[in-house]
């Protein structure tokens, strides 16, 4: 395993997403106040324990959110950030607002003012079931990198983690929660970044953002080079050796590469 002094970790993770179950995350309260529906809360994020991340757009490691990773943000772009329901993709929603914050705290604590409009009337009966769970886009700022030598509980694979210490969020709201294929109970919070970005692509390619999607195509060209062929090779020269090795070393998440 690289360490850091070898491969200092350059960040790439620019609007990513991470959802949680539902629940906590989101509570409905109804309210009889003219032009409001009712108030939203809940929290979108888990602070202080490990996820592990593995698609094409950032690759595959282990993060941690610290609990102080999203106060700046709140404290200076609180007024810049949208509650959308599912990211804008609902195609009978879509980027339309669901209302004003009322509160946000660095926990990612939140109170939403629902508007009255059709749209959110829609969304009430999954609301008050309890059916959603809440997930938000960031972009990770800074981050803590360490590449583990010892098994641990949290890492028994001693994947690379990432600890982000800044998140800027951009929107967040309630969600459906598609569970892991064979994921516990015991999942609080996952990636949905590589759900997103290619519901965007497909759906509405003016929100996706160009970045992202350059991450995307070259993680995918990157595999596709490295499938298996049917033919059987010939040995290896010293160079060519050489190539494979280096093939390998960028086989590393985009965001664990040097500039």
Do not use: C
Request: proline share 7%; charged share 25%.
């Amino acid at each position: 395993m690289a360490t850091t002094e070898q491969n200092p970790v350059r960040l790439h993770q620019q609007g990513v997403v991470r959802a949680s179950r539902g629940g906590e995350s989101v509570r409905f309260e109804a309210d009889d106040r003219d032009g409001f529906l009712g108030v939203l809360r809940g929290r979108f994020a888990s602070f202080g324990e490990w996820t592990e991340i593995n698609n094409k757009l950032e690759g595959h490691f282990m993060e941690q959110i610290s609990e102080r990773a999203l106060s700046k943000s709140v404290a200076e772009s609180r007024d810049r950030i949208r509650v959308l329901f599912h990211h804008g993709l609902d195609p009978s929603i879509g980027m339309k607002v669901l209302g004003p914050i009322r509160a946000l705290e660095p926990d990612s604590s939140y109170e939403v003012d629902l508007i009255d409009t059709d749209y959110n009337r829609n969304l009430l009966p999954g609301l008050q079931a309890g059916l959603y769970g809440a997930s938000f886009r960031f972009d990770a700022v800074k981050h803590e990198p360490n590449y583990p030598r010892e098994r641990s509980d949290h890492n028994p694979s001693m994947l690379p983690e990432s600890v982000v210490t800044e998140a800027r969020v951009k929107e967040f709201g309630p969600t459906p929660f598609p569970a892991y294929a064979g994921a516990s109970a015991s999942v609080t919070m996952r990636s949905l970044t590589d759900e997103i970005a290619l519901a965007e692509l497909l759906g509405s390619p003016s929100m996706f953002e160009p970045e992202s999607l350059r991450v995307m195509l070259e993680a995918v060209a990157l595999r596709a080079d490295q499938e298996p062929s049917d033919d059987t090779p010939e040995p290896a020269s010293r160079d060519t050796q050489q190539e494979v090795s280096t093939t390998q070393a960028e086989e590393q998440p985009l965001w664990m590469l040097q500039p």
